[in-house]
């Protein structure tokens, strides 16, 4: 990376300028910009436009994050990923439940987009581009099944557990939300132990295992870079974060739409780059790398963000609820059931991929039959 020239990274990372020429416009005009919502094609501009430049930083955070993970190798790299896209997760929701009207259930329903999206719409892509072109692939099923054997557990603790607590609204109480925050955080860093020291080969392709220190040597600078460039991109998004949630506020509060829908944006926000680093890896046949990241997305989704958020909701007094109802509650355990029989074998193929995208379009179904 050294041997780059300026003008050459200036070229290469251009969208940087787009991200921080929009977060100074809105610092400096956004009381003005955000005055006309409720004009349609003018919330149709603003939206489009925060949503493009926010989607656009996300997507070179994966492309430095997947730079980086060349130089640290598997599974490092999905590591430095799924930290950096949950960060992003973690900041946009906290900036939407902060702004306007208090909407409890925004945090379960991006979470359960989240997962939708990735076990059902990601996965089933994944599986479908990478079985038709190769028929068959394999990925070590020792990993699948560590990350499944976490994923569920939780997933079960605080998307389902609610619904059965003694609250009435259902949600929790202070000892509960302590309780699921520390056990959703334990075991996410117990999880992150077993993957980098004790059962690392768990989480490589076969064919990875003598090839993991061959290019080590010499990454220091080229790591620094990408990790900079990584921190760039990521800086802008904290602040139009903030900004997002003014026209997604309006449509939901204002607009009468479906409560879920800001969390499905919230969710195609965080889960597409992800999306297409999983695709691509499947398609180049290196499926140990695409279920590193659509099951690691999930696990720091659920690990990470939901101590985040019952932390921010304590500090700010803005109370969350967790548990799924009626067709989500459903569609969620039967996902769960899907991805287990799916990565029961260690060998995938396209009718699994099918299987997960049928889920995935009757969750959208079912959305918008309120």
Avoid at 89 to 95: G, H, L, Q
Avoid at 133 to 161: C, D, F, K, S, T
Avoid at 249 to 255: A, G, L, Q
Avoid at 348 to 364: K, S
Wanted: neutral net charge; glycine residues 8%.
């Amino acid at each position: 990376m050294t041997r780059l020239g300026f003008p050459r990274i200036v070229r290469r990372e251009w969208f940087l300028a787009i991200s921080a020429a929009t977060a100074l416009v809105f610092l400096l005009y956004g009381p003005r910009l955000l005055d006309g919502l409720d004009r349609p094609l003018w919330l149709a501009v603003i939206f489009g436009w925060l949503f493009a430049v926010i989607l656009g930083s996300a997507l070179a955070v994966v492309r430095h994050a997947e730079h980086l993970g060349e130089q640290l190798g598997e599974p490092y790299g999905t590591l430095v990923l799924t930290l950096s896209i949950t960060t992003i997760e973690v900041i946009s929701i906290t900036a939407i439940m902060l702004h306007g009207a208090n909407n409890p259930t925004l945090a379960r329903d991006t979470l359960f987009a989240v997962t939708m999206i990735v076990l059902n719409g990601m996965v089933g892509l994944s599986l479908l581009v990478g079985g038709w072109r190769h028929r068959e692939q394999q990925y070590n099923l020792q990993g699948a099944n560590a990350y499944l054997a976490v994923v569920i557990p939780l997933g079960i603790l605080a998307l389902v557990m609610p619904n059965y607590t003694v609250d009435p609204h259902k949600t929790l109480t202070l000892a509960q939300e302590i309780f699921l925050a520390v056990i959703c955080a334990g075991l996410y860093i117990a999880f992150i132990g077993l993957q980098t020291r004790r059962h690392r080969d768990y989480f490589a392709a076969v064919e990875d295992h003598d090839e993991s220190s061959s290019e080590v040597q010499g990454g220091a600078k080229r790591s620094t870079f990408h990790a900079l460039l990584l921190l760039a991109y990521m800086v802008p998004v904290v602040y139009l974060a903030e900004k997002l949630a003014h026209p997604i506020d309006y449509v939901v509060e204002t607009m009468g739409k479906p409560a879920a829908l800001a969390g499905l944006v919230m969710a195609v926000l965080v889960a597409t780059p992800e999306g297409i680093g999983a695709v691509r890896a499947a398609r180049g046949n290196h499926m140990q790398r695409s279920v590193n990241i659509f099951l690691g997305s999930v696990l720091s989704t659920i690990g990470l963000t939901i101590p985040a958020i019952l932390i921010i909701s304590q500090l700010t007094a803005h109370p969350i609820e967790l548990g799924l109802q009626h067709t989500d509650l459903v569609l969620f355990l039967l996902t769960l059931t899907v991805s287990l029989v799916t990565f029961s074998s260690g060998h995938t193929n396209v009718l699994q991929g099918a299987v997960h995208l049928i889920l995935f379009a009757a969750y959208l179904f079912y959305m918008f039959q309120v």
